[in-house]
Structures are given as C-alpha cells and as structure tokens.
C-alpha cells in the first residue's frame, strides 16, 4: 500500500504586474498591462484590474489596448522579475526538502511526510504567503493535495490570494463540475474532441465508459484522461535535473558548401540555444561548435568566454571565428552548437548594459513563446527542418 502524498503547488498572483505594482505606487489598484509595446508585442501578463477587461497573456497588446483604454502599459523588467523569482525559491526550499520549478513563479514543494512537523496543511500554507508577503511585498496563492495534478488545480481555484485543500475525500466533488479544459494536458483541440462527444465537465469524462473513449482517442491517452478525471496522478515531485548543456545540430539533406549558408545556419543555431538558455535561465562559459564533413570527419572545437552568456550574438561571433579559423573547402554534413559550463549562481548581474540586453531578449523570447520558435530568426534556415535534431539536455 502506497503512502498518501501531500503535494503543494504555489503561484504568484499577476508575477510581473505585482511586481510592477509594488513598485510604483502610480501603478496601484489600476488596470497594468505588461508586455512588449512594438507593433507585434504582446501581452506578459496583466494586473487583476485589468483581467476584469478581458486581457490576458499572450494577447496581442494591440487588442489589449483596444479592451482597455484607460490601461497603463508598461514593457517590465525582466532581471527584476528574475530576482525576485530567485528570492522566492529561497524561501520555498526552506519549507520542503523536494521543489519542482515549474516557471518562474511557480513551483511544486512535497511536503509528504511532513505532517508532523506542521500544525496543519493550512497553517503551514499561511505561514508560506505569509513570508512570501513579508519578504516581498507580494502575493501567492497555494493548492494542497495528493497529487501534482490536483495541487496545481487547487492553487488556480481561488486566485487571487487563494488557500484550497482538495484531500481524497473531497477531490471528486470538486473536480466534477469543473470543464474538462481544466485538466492539465487538455487543451483546445482535445477539449474539443470531447466537446463532440458531449463530454462537457471531468463529471462527465469520468462516467464514460473507457472504450468509447478508447474509440476515440486510443488506449494511451484514454486511460490517461480516465485517471486524471478520477483525481489520479502518480507522478513524483522531482526537482529538475540542471541541464549540463544545451545545444542544437542539424544535418543536412545534401552537404552545404558556401560559407554564406554556413554563416546563415550558425546564426540560426545560435539563436535557438540563445532562446533556450534564457528559457531555462541558464548562463554558460563554454561554447563548442561540432562540424562534420560529407566524408564523416568531425571537428569540434570550443571556447572559454570570460563572462558566461546567454545572447545569441555572442554565441554565434564564437562559432564564426571557429569556422572560419578551420578553413573548410569541403562540403558540410552537420553542423552543432552548444554551450555548457553553467553559471550555478545563477545570479543577474546588476550592471545596466546587461539589464538592458536582458530586457531586449526578454522581449524577443516573449514573441518565441506565442510564434513558436521560428517567430522571430534573423537567419532563414534550411527548407529541410525535420531533419533538425536536437541534443544537449533540453527539458
Ligand atoms: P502565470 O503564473 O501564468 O501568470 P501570472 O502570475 O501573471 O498570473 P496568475 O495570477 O494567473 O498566476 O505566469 C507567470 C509570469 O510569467 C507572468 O507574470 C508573466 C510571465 N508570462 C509571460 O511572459 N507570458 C505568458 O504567456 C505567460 C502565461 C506568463
Ligand atoms: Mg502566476
């Protein structure tokens, strides 16, 4: 017989609104807009004054301002966002020995076992937003529960300021008049999916008889659905493994021979890692560049910077010099690129000219993250993607 777990998921209220918010008294109880203000910006997040106007992440700010007139729109600041995340992972891996970072404002603690070291579930939920208000000056809100699945349901329920507990006895109460888009996982299309088979609410998906949904969606994923709208989630808190390196190849379907095309797929490469980097808020020293030639020959030559990186530029000037410093006249099969050697202070630096570069890619990354990553590449890469492969220790 298996242990029951006790998973807590906390996340903070409108992250980089409050933020805003707490630091500028100009901004409070008033509807603000984060967000890239460009042309094609769109919208981070938004404060609770401004949900009530219907904007929400990832909107076009065009339409956000349409929504919301009498707004204040502002484009944040990043590395200000970023530390205070860090100062809120101190405090949660003073409450729990397991966290999971999910985002940067949000994380699963495991409290299991734990019970007897806490008054109650609640209070020990208290005493966290109370120090996260304490040593912020901002808000969380908190789910527990047996399970990842349920935590992070719970901690969204009551937001803002929210304190839910859905326990074994009372999870399928809560769970079954909630729509079916409130599973994790179920997004739009599945939601739709079901939607056609008259399955509104997870009460709903629950009573279906599994091959109908077998029929519909195969084994796998209808056992999966079956479980979550059951409240069944056997997945572990695990704290991410750090990445040790993070890189992109690509093989090509015929060898490229031009130093201009070679130029153009490092820039490319380059602004990839570059993205994924700062996704995983990694910094590293070491940047490698791997070439194989149409004979299979390799060469993998890397660099030690001063300072560790995370901007596509200086990713890419590295591997240039490396190209250009082999001398290659043959055609190209593969080429890579990777860069290790993480910072693990993960600390930003303070110095305003890397605020500033942190900002710009801030921006950059925050039109990724609605495009996709081909929203925005200076470099056209190659026709053939598929033939993209991945390596280093991507999450
Ligand atoms: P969320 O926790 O999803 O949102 P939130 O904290 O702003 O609001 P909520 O009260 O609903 O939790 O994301 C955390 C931060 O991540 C958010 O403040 C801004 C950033 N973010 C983006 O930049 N783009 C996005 O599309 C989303 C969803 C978040
Ligand atoms: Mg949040």
């Known amino acids: 017989m298996s242990m029951e777990r006790l998973v807590m998921h906390v996340d903070m209220d409108a992250f980089f609104a409050s933020i805003e918010q707490r630091d500028h008294e100009e901004y409070r109880e008033k509807p603000l807009i984060v967000g890239g203000l460009s042309g094609r910006g769109v919208v981070s997040t938004c404060s609770y004054e401004a949900r009530r106007f219907g904007v929400h992440s990832a909107m076009p700010i065009v339409r956000a301002r349409r929504l919301c007139p009498q707004g204040i729109f502002v484009e944040g600041d990043y590395a200000n966002y970023k530390a205070v995340s860090q100062q809120?992972?101190?405090?949660?891996?003073?409450?729990?020995?397991?966290?999971?970072?999910?985002?940067?404002?949000?994380?699963?603690?495991?409290?299991?076992?734990?019970?007897?070291l806490m008054e109650s579930p609640r209070a020990y939920a208290e005493k966290l937003k109370a120090e996260i208000r304490e040593k912020t000056g901002l808000v969380a809100s908190v789910g527990i529960a047996p399970n990842k699945f349920l935590a992070k349901l719970a901690s969204d329920l009551e937001k803002p300021d929210g304190l839910v507990i859905i326990t074994e006895q009372t999870k399928q109460a809560v769970l079954d008049p909630l729509p079916v888009g409130r599973i994790w996982g179920v997004g739009q299309k599945t939601a739709a999916r079901l939607e056609a088979l008259r399955i509104?609410?997870?009460?709903?998906?629950?009573?279906?008889?599994?091959?109908?949904?077998?029929?519909?969606?195969?084994?796998?994923?209808?056992?999966?659905?079956?479980?979550?709208a059951s409240g069944i989630d056997t997945r572990p808190v695990a704290p991410r493994e750090p990445a040790k390196s993070i890189g992109k190849e690509v093989t090509f379907p015929t060898d490229i021979e031009s130093a201009e095309a070679v130029e153009r797929v490092l820039?490319?490469?380059?602004?990839?890692?570059?993205?994924?980097?700062?996704?995983?808020?990694?910094?590293?020293?070491?940047?490698?560049?791997?070439?194989?030639?149409?004979?299979?020959?390799?060469?993998?030559?890397?660099?030690?910077?001063?300072?560790?990186?995370?901007?596509?530029?200086?990713?890419?000037?590295?591997?240039?010099?490396?190209?250009?410093?082999?001398?290659?006249?043959?055609?190209?099969?593969?080429?890579?690129?990777?860069?290790?050697?993480?910072?693990?202070?993960?600390?930003?630096?303070?110095?305003?000219?890397?605020?500033?570069?942190?900002?710009?890619?801030?921006?950059?990354?925050?039109?990724?993250?609605?495009?996709?990553?081909?929203?925005?590449?200076?470099?056209?890469?190659?026709?053939?993607?598929?033939?993209?492969?991945?390596?280093?220790?991507?999450?």
């Open 88 to 116: 809120i992972f101190a405090i949660f891996a003073r409450y729990a020995p397991v966290v999971e970072p999910l985002s940067i404002d949000e994380a699963f603690l495991d409290l299991t076992g734990m019970e007897l």
């Open 200 to 228: 509104r609410t997870i009460g709903q998906l629950r009573r279906t008889p599994r091959e109908r949904l077998v029929r519909a969606f195969g084994a796998h994923m209808a056992d999966h659905l079956l479980a979550l």
């Open 267 to 395: 820039l490319a490469l380059s602004e990839k890692v570059g993205y994924r980097l700062r996704r995983h808020g990694c910094k590293g020293r070491t940047v490698q560049l791997k070439l194989r030639l149409g004979d299979f020959r390799t060469y993998t030559r890397s660099r030690t910077l001063a300072e560790a990186t995370c901007y596509d530029r200086e990713i890419y000037e590295t591997a240039l010099a490396f190209y250009r410093a082999l001398g290659v006249k043959q055609g190209i099969r593969l080429l890579g690129i990777s860069v290790s050697g993480f910072d693990t202070s993960g600390a930003i630096s303070l110095f305003h000219e890397e605020a500033r570069k942190e900002n710009l890619y801030a921006a950059i990354d925050a039109i990724k993250k609605r495009f996709g990553e081909q929203g925005i590449t200076k470099a056209q890469l190659l026709k053939k993607r598929d033939e993209d492969k991945d390596n280093g220790d991507e999450v």
